[in-house]
């Protein structure tokens, strides 16, 4: 269902969750994510907007997160990890299976993906893509090219 950035698919109508594809301004893109953290934030936003005055509603700009349990190694994703122009291992190593890349779009850090790092070593990278932070300021001594 194709929604504008309040989650909205037609005047009272409002999606979330795997059927939406919404505009989400922090990116500048429409995006359509499929996890559960995106349905939970995403219902609550279009229930807000559905109930709010039209001049009092929010547009949904999160930051998409998700995380997966492999066996023992944990993934984190946080981001827009798609339509990239860069991938590159900022920190940890990926032959130790231990690292994070950084994903660049235009001049713009984007997206960050953790693979064997504990949360807290992520959470940094995840306030820097919320903050809209230039690439040159993210990564201003870009490591392996992984991708
Ligand atoms: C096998 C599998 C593994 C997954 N693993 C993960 C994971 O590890 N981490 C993660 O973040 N996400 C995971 N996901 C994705 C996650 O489950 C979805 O993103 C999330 O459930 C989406 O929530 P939703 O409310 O949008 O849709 P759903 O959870 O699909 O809910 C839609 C509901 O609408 C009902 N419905 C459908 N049609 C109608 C109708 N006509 N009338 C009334 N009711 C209807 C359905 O029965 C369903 O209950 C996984 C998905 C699958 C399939």
Same mark, same amino acid.
């Given at each position: 269902?194709?929604? *504008?950035?309040?989650?909205?698919?037609?005047?009272?109508?409002?999606? #979330?969750?795997?059927?939406?594809?919404? *505009?989400?301004?922090?990116?500048?893109?429409?995006?359509?994510?499929?996890?559960?953290?995106?349905?939970?934030?995403?219902?609550?936003?279009?229930?807000?907007?559905?109930? #709010? #005055?039209? *001049?009092?509603?929010?547009?949904?700009?999160?930051?998409?997160?998700?995380? $997966? *349990?492999?066996?023992?190694?944990?993934?984190?994703?946080?981001?827009?990890?798609?339509?990239?122009?860069e991938v590159t291992v900022v920190e940890g190593d990926l032959a130790e299976r231990r690292f994070v890349a950084a994903y660049r779009?235009?001049?713009?850090?984007?997206?960050a993906l953790a693979v064997?790092?504990?949360?807290?070593?992520?959470?940094?990278?995840?306030? #820097?893509?919320?903050?809209?932070?230039?690439w $040159?300021?993210?990564v201003p001594a870009a490591g392996t090219e992984a991708a």
């Amino acid at each position: 269902m194709l929604c *504008d950035a309040y989650c909205a698919a037609a005047p009272g109508v409002y999606a #979330a969750g795997d059927v939406a594809r919404w *505009d989400n301004p922090l990116f500048g893109t429409s995006m359509r994510i499929e996890h559960r953290t995106n349905a939970a934030e995403q219902g609550m936003a279009a229930a807000r907007n559905l109930l #709010a #005055a039209p *001049d009092a509603r929010r547009p949904f700009a999160p930051v998409p997160y998700f995380w $997966s *349990d492999q066996y023992d190694m944990k993934i984190q994703a946080y981001g827009h990890l798609r339509g990239h122009d860069e991938v590159t291992v900022v920190e940890g190593d990926l032959a130790e299976r231990r690292f994070v890349a950084a994903y660049r779009t235009g001049e713009r850090l984007t997206g960050a993906l953790a693979v064997g790092m504990p949360p807290k070593a992520v959470r940094s990278w995840r306030q #820097a893509i919320a903050g809209g932070t230039a690439w $040159s300021d993210a990564v201003p001594a870009a490591g392996t090219e992984a991708a």
